[in-house]
């Protein structure tokens, strides 16, 4: 007994700081050059996770052949072939380390979203760093669980979609995203400059990204407030006495009443499933999920299998982030003018185009120029399609339990990922990298577009601040 006194006296002190925290950031002035600040910062951490979620997949032929087919691993050695699945079969494993970031991420609708922010940019700097100092492939798995873990959270995101005006939420988002993912042209610029046709000095490219996320981490911890939307939704929650809140909840227990607008992943998986829309907005999100790895993956890999050399893939990787982020910054002011379903059906459909081509033209050995335009149109445009299934899922959800949603999404999708993985790792076996990739991308790319046309309603224009009362009116009945 004295343990769960201890335990909400300890919760009490907490929540009374954070209300004073909250209270003196919502009292400070000159929004609009804060804004205009934290536009510039989200857009540097936007560039960081980019250019963290690519950088290992951009020299994945470069550590598969070193650390499978030129050094011995568990006694022996492998193909390439062999060894790129050996290291999907790992990265497949990987999730189950994965499974509790979205438990992880829930932890924003209660401890705000800044400290989430500061955590996540500071956990990709360190992913990064011990890549470049990995002497083996076990330090390197390590790096790479690192970042795998604090690429998914996107805290970010949700500083974009709680700050920016409703009517022109899509269309800054797509901006800053763009802005991010046209930072990844910094990837074949340190291939170029510190690796140049030799791969075996694919280390070297991880360095200065992590000393730019170090330096982000810093500048968030001291410079950036919590989002508006969270300020005044949580005061609003916390401003209710603390032991009003305690008894309304032991009510809502005795009577066994459902507790949906409460945070947390598990309390979030039954509001997703409570109504129709967004229970199919996630099947269709999952089933789209299916084909990341195929999507994401192996494009280096592939090319490098089919012949092209180190300094070629290079110049592809040039196009590709230019394509992508023209792409991006082009879809939220289609987002926010035809809404977000045509802009998911018809990224859907580039994408397949874009993935076909891309097939037939390194098999072709086209232009690599020409190849990187294709790699970053199938590219661009399925992330483009996935990016706007979440945002419609965070358009549907109350601000109190938005983060824990996010959480609760990617940790459904887990089932999606792993289904796709699967079919990659056996595929690759048997028939080239490339061809696996598109028998298994295109049917679930397609799937998942028809699904969203048929079951899920369009949320352009959605009001956030509405969606926050639900929960202010439940935690006050």
Same mark, same amino acid.
């Given at each position: 007994?004295?343990?769960?006194?201890?335990?909400?006296?300890?919760?009490?002190?907490?929540?009374?700081?954070?209300?004073?925290?909250?209270?003196?950031?919502?009292?400070?002035?000159?929004?609009?050059?804060?804004?205009?600040?934290?536009?510039?910062?989200?857009?540097?951490?936007?560039?960081?996770?980019?250019?963290?979620?690519?950088?290992?997949?951009?020299?994945?032929?470069?550590?598969?052949?070193?650390?499978?087919?030129?050094?011995?691993?568990?006694?022996?050695?492998?193909?390439?072939?062999?060894?790129?699945?050996?290291?999907?079969?790992?990265?497949?494993?990987?999730?189950?380390?994965?499974?509790?970031?979205?438990?992880?991420?829930?932890?924003?609708?209660?401890?705000?979203?800044?400290?989430? $922010? %500061?955590? =996540?940019?500071? /956990?990709? !700097? *360190?992913? #990064?760093?011990?890549?470049?100092?990995?002497?083996?492939?076990? @330090? &390197?798995?390590?790096?790479?669980?690192?970042?795998?873990?604090?690429?998914?959270?996107?805290?970010?995101?949700?500083?974009?979609?709680?700050?920016?005006?409703?009517?022109?939420?899509?269309?800054?988002?797509?901006?800053?995203?763009?802005?991010?993912?046209?930072?990844?042209?910094?990837?074949?610029?340190?291939?170029?400059?510190?690796?140049?046709?030799?791969?075996?000095?694919?280390?070297?490219?991880? $360095? %200065?990204? =992590?000393?730019? /996320?170090? !330096? *982000?981490? #810093?500048?968030?911890?001291?410079?950036?407030?919590?989002?508006? @939307? &969270?300020?005044?939704?949580?005061?609003?929650?916390?401003?209710?006495?603390?032991?009003?809140?305690?008894?309304?909840?032991?009510?809502?227990?005795?009577?066994?009443?459902?507790?949906?607008?409460?945070?947390?992943?598990?309390?979030?998986?039954?509001?997703?499933?409570?109504?129709?829309?967004?229970?199919?907005?996630?099947?269709?999100?999952?089933?789209?999920?299916?084909?990341?790895?195929?999507?994401?993956?192996?494009?280096?890999?592939?090319?490098?299998? *089919?012949?092209?050399?180190?300094?070629?893939?290079?110049?592809?990787?040039? @196009?590709?982030?230019?394509?992508?982020?023209?792409?991006?910054?082009?879809?939220?002011?289609?987002?926010?003018?035809?809404?977000?379903?045509?802009?998911?059906?018809?990224?859907?459909?580039?994408?397949?185009?874009?993935?076909?081509?891309?097939?037939?033209?390194?098999?072709?050995?086209?232009?690599?120029?020409?190849?990187?335009?294709?790699?970053?149109?199938?590219?661009?445009?399925?992330?483009?399609?996935?990016?706007?299934?979440?945002?419609?899922?965070?358009?549907?959800?109350?601000?109190?339990?938005?983060?824990?949603?996010?959480?609760? @999404?990617?940790?459904?999708?887990?089932?999606?990922?792993?289904?796709?993985?699967?079919?990659?790792?056996?595929?690759?076996?048997?028939?080239?990298?490339?061809?696996?990739?598109?028998?298994?991308?295109?049917?679930?790319?397609?799937?998942?577009?028809?699904?969203?046309?048929?079951?899920?309603?369009?949320?352009?224009?959605?009001?956030?601040?509405?969606?926050?009362?639900?929960?202010?009116?439940?935690?006050?009945?």
């Amino acid at each position: 007994m004295k343990n769960i006194e201890k335990k909400a006296a300890r919760a009490k002190r907490f929540e009374e700081k954070q209300l004073a925290r909250l209270q003196n950031q919502s009292q400070t002035k000159n929004w609009q050059a804060y804004f205009a600040f934290l536009l510039i910062m989200i857009a540097v951490v936007n560039i960081l996770d980019e250019i963290t979620s690519n950088l290992s997949v951009s020299v994945q032929s470069s550590f598969v052949t070193e650390f499978f087919v030129n050094r011995p691993f568990l006694g022996k050695t492998y193909t390439f072939e062999q060894g790129l699945s050996l290291h999907t079969t790992v990265s497949v494993l990987g999730y189950a380390f994965g499974a509790v970031t979205p438990f992880y991420k829930a932890l924003a609708d209660k401890w705000g979203r800044k400290p989430l $922010f %500061v955590i =996540s940019t500071l /956990g990709m !700097a *360190a992913g #990064l760093l011990i890549i470049y100092l990995s002497p083996n492939y076990l @330090v &390197f798995l390590l790096g790479f669980a690192v970042i795998s873990f604090f690429i998914g959270h996107d805290m970010q995101i949700i500083y974009i979609l709680e700050e920016a005006p409703d009517k022109k939420r899509g269309s800054i988002y797509s901006v800053l995203k763009s802005l991010g993912i046209f930072g990844v042209v910094l990837i074949p610029v340190l291939r170029r400059i510190l690796m140049g046709n030799d791969a075996t000095l694919w280390r070297r490219i991880f $360095f %200065v990204p =992590s000393l730019i /996320g170090f !330096a *982000a981490a #810093l500048v968030v911890l001291f410079f950036v407030r919590d989002t508006k @939307v &969270f300020i005044r939704e949580r005061t609003a929650y916390l401003s209710i006495p603390y032991e009003e809140r305690l008894a309304h909840k032991q009510l809502k227990k005795e009577n066994k009443q459902a507790q949906r607008n409460q945070s947390g992943v598990f309390n979030a998986v039954k509001y997703i499933f409570s109504n129709n829309d967004t229970k199919y907005l996630m099947l269709a999100n999952i089933i789209f999920d299916s084909a990341m790895p195929a999507i994401a993956l192996y494009f280096e890999s592939a090319m490098h299998i *089919a012949g092209m050399s180190t300094s070629d893939i290079t110049s592809a990787m040039f @196009v590709l982030p230019i394509v992508y982020a023209s792409l991006t910054f082009f879809s939220g002011f289609i987002a926010d003018t035809l809404g977000r379903r045509r802009t998911i059906l018809s990224a859907s459909i580039l994408s397949i185009a874009g993935f076909i081509l891309f097939a037939v033209g390194i098999n072709k050995l086209w232009n690599p120029y020409l190849i990187g335009g294709f790699c970053g149109l199938y590219q661009g445009c399925y992330w483009i399609g996935r990016d706007y299934m979440n945002i419609m899922m965070t358009e549907k959800v109350p601000t109190d339990i938005r983060a824990s949603v996010i959480g609760a @999404v990617g940790f459904l999708t887990i089932a999606g990922l792993v289904v796709g993985y699967l079919l990659v790792i056996i595929g690759m076996l048997i028939i080239p990298v490339w061809l696996t990739c598109l028998i298994v991308a295109i049917p679930f790319i397609a799937c998942a577009a028809v699904m969203l046309k048929m079951r899920v309603k369009e949320t352009k224009g959605a009001d956030l601040d509405a969606l926050g009362t639900e929960s202010q009116v439940s935690a006050q009945e």
